[in-house]
């Protein structure tokens, strides 16, 4: 960990290649850029080799960072940028094995009070709860901490953002939530309740027949 925070965030090398315009050129919006990387670009080799003191370059948020190792997992690069936001809808469900399939897009939620992020890749989804902090578990990925909604918040917010996900990525998250035991459906239908999610809960169940 102390050369990893050694390394992260090095003021002068962000501004520097952030000034001279490549954070926006190099690789890809959340993909790591290595020295060849840069070299290709047409980088001096001075500059290169003081950039690239450790073994990659990662380019997030519009900014780059120099650290030890590699960070591969976007779930892992947007936690380490932004700590305040929880994994949770469907991604939750697929982080705590409820979902076969990892999503498209990762979903995240993220309390009304905190800033939401300006710059966002397009595989990544914020949503704004209250209950954003709430029920949560930690998963490690690639050595960092990743706060997860249990897979019972993660349903019920899927229930609620049903806009968002679509009725048919809801339905799915239902079944296969119920089949892998991870929420049992009268604990669903009491929460819901709580949550003011049942009717449209409710809805769906009794259009596709689940739990009949």
């Known amino acids: 960990m102390g050369m990893l925070a050694k390394y992260i965030l090095r003021q002068p090398n962000r501004g520097f290649l952030r000034k001279l315009g490549f954070t926006r050129t190099l690789g890809h919006a959340m993909g790591p850029i ?3 990387d840069l070299r290709a670009a047409n980088i001096p080799h001075n500059w290169v080799t003081w950039l690239s ?7 997030s948020n519009a ?32 982080l705590a094995k409820a979902l076969p399939e990892r999503p498209a897009v990762d979903h995240f939620m993220l309390d009304e009070a905190k800033r939401r992020p300006i710059w966002l890749p397009p595989d990544v989804s914020v949503h704004r709860s209250r209950h954003a902090a709430r029920d949560t578990f930690d998963t490690v990925i690639d050595g960092i901490h990743v706060p997860t909604h249990l897979p019972l918040r993660a349903l ?30 009268s604990v669903l239908l009491a929460q819901a309740k709580l949550t003011r999610v049942h009717k449209p809960l409710r809805r ?6 689940i739990g009949a």
């Not at 003191?53 to 380019?59: G, P, V």
């Not at 229930?159 to 929420?183: P, T, W, Y």
């Open 63 to 94: 900014a780059v960072y120099i650290f030890h190792g590699r960070i591969t997992d976007r779930l892992a690069r947007m936690s380490r940028k932004h700590p305040a936001m929880t994994v949770g809808l469907t991604t939750a469900l697929w």
């Open 156 to 185: 019920l917010d899927c229930i609620r953002f049903r806009d968002e996900l679509g009725d048919d990525a809801v339905v799915a998250a239902i079944k296969a939530a119920l089949a892998s035991h991870v929420v049992e459906l």
């Open 34 to 36: 290595t020295t060849a």
């Open 53 to 59: 003191r450790e073994e990659a370059i990662c380019s």
């Open 204 to 209: 769906l169940l009794a259009e596709h027949d």
